[in-house]
């Protein structure tokens, strides 16, 4: 089966918080991971380096989405590059226009997913080794770093400080 470590990702957001915070459980998970903050730089990272996957955003000044997608399907080797598309704007009327033009791509060319936002983390890893077939364990392992991360959020001071003093002691 193939491993992350040997996937890279393209993550395209505008937004420096959403494409810090895809990247993060990207790189948690294990791949390689490379970022655009828009479509002109995207395209241009294409071109130099294709990734073997991109998440893309939908709504960005600049280049759309849709735009990028089809300027990227006319760049030598990348058409078979797949696409998920991240969105906060899957249901409203800012992005409706933006679903039915990624619906009409010609089969095989639009994103293999919609990702709606806020995305989990382990919804995000699993859509990535589905359509990379890299090891569903790694999906798995994020959902447990999440839970974790959770867990700890949770606990109040003195209970931090056992778990850090456990920790020391191994």
Do not use: Y
């Not at 998440?55 to 849709?66: A, C």
């Not at 735009?67 to 704007?89: C, D, E, F, N, Y």
């Amino acid at each position: 089966m193939v491993k992350a470590s040997d996937k890279k990702i393209l993550v395209v957001d505008d937004e420096p918080d959403v494409r810090n915070f895809i990247s993060a459980c990207i790189e948690d998970a294990g791949f390689i991971v490379e970022t655009a903050e828009n479509g002109e730089e995207a395209l241009e990272k294409i071109k130099a380096d294709p990734p073997d996957l991109m998440t893309l955003d939908m709504v960005m000044p600049g280049l759309s989405g849709v735009h990028v997608l089809r300027r990227m399907r006319k760049i030598k080797g990348s058409t078979k590059i797949p696409v998920i598309v991240i969105t906060a704007h899957a249901s409203d009327e800012m992005g409706g226009d933006g679903i039915e033009q990624f619906k009409a791509f010609d089969a095989g060319k639009g994103p293999k997913h919609i990702l709606e936002k806020p995305v989990t983390p382990v919804s995000l890893v699993k859509a990535i080794c589905d359509i990379l077939g890299v090891d569903p364990t790694v999906a798995e392992k994020a959902g447990e770093k999440e839970e974790l991360k959770s867990m700890i959020n949770g606990c109040d001071t003195d209970t931090l400080k056992k778990i850090s003093e456990l920790l020391k002691k191994k």
